[in-house]
């Protein structure tokens, strides 16, 4: 019984969330050959002060352009 965990960002509607998991369950099936009604589809929502990228939270206001960094230059976040 294949159990597919999911985290995804508590931003998705309640549509999107049964499409996710209609369309994993539908590309496992056809991939493994399992039946449908063996496949658990789990999905983790996370609120956007529980996790971050690049050693940012997503509720910083310039989080787009400062979690796409390479370095680790906190001064420029923090003002060190």
Not at 7 to 36: F, G, V, Y
Not at 67 to 77: L, T
Request: net charge negative.
């Amino acid at each position: 019984m294949p159990i597919l965990n999911v985290d995804i960002a508590n931003t998705c509607s309640a549509e999107q969330k049964k499409r996710l998991i209609h369309d994993l369950t539908k590309t496992t099936h056809d991939l493994l050959n399992i039946p449908a009604e063996k496949i658990l589809v789990i999905l983790n929502e996370h609120e956007k002060n529980a996790w971050g990228r690049a050693g940012v939270s997503p509720e910083d206001s310039d989080f787009e352009n400062l979690s796409r960094r390479k370095d680790m230059d906190w001064g420029c976040i923090y003002g060190k």
